[in-house]
């Protein structure tokens, strides 16, 4: 989970665009996250397959891990067209 703000120490999980067990690539949007002062996406660091570790509605620390992405053999970088 990335920092927001010095201020905000934690976020509600809004929605997951991904289920657990998707193949992602790196960029791609994974969640939507809330909290008091912003809400924002998270996008995937990495290309592989999604472990979903926090639920929708759930709240979570900020520096504590949302998903798992593990890698995959034939799932790397970005997905073509990305800017």
Known sequence: MPAV?????EAV?????????????????LL???TDVADF????QAPGMVE????EGHTV????PLALI????GVRGERR???
């Open 5 to 9: 703000s010095e201020y905000v120490q």
């Open 13 to 29: 999980v809004a929605r997951w665009y991904v289920t657990d067990g998707e193949l992602v690539h790196q960029d791609d949007e």
């Open 32 to 34: 939507a996250v809330e």
């Open 41 to 44: 996406v998270v996008r995937a």
């Open 52 to 55: 979903i570790l926090v639920e």
């Open 61 to 64: 620390a900020f520096g504590k």
């Open 70 to 73: 593990h890698s995959v053999e």
């Open 81 to 83: 067209g990305a800017p």
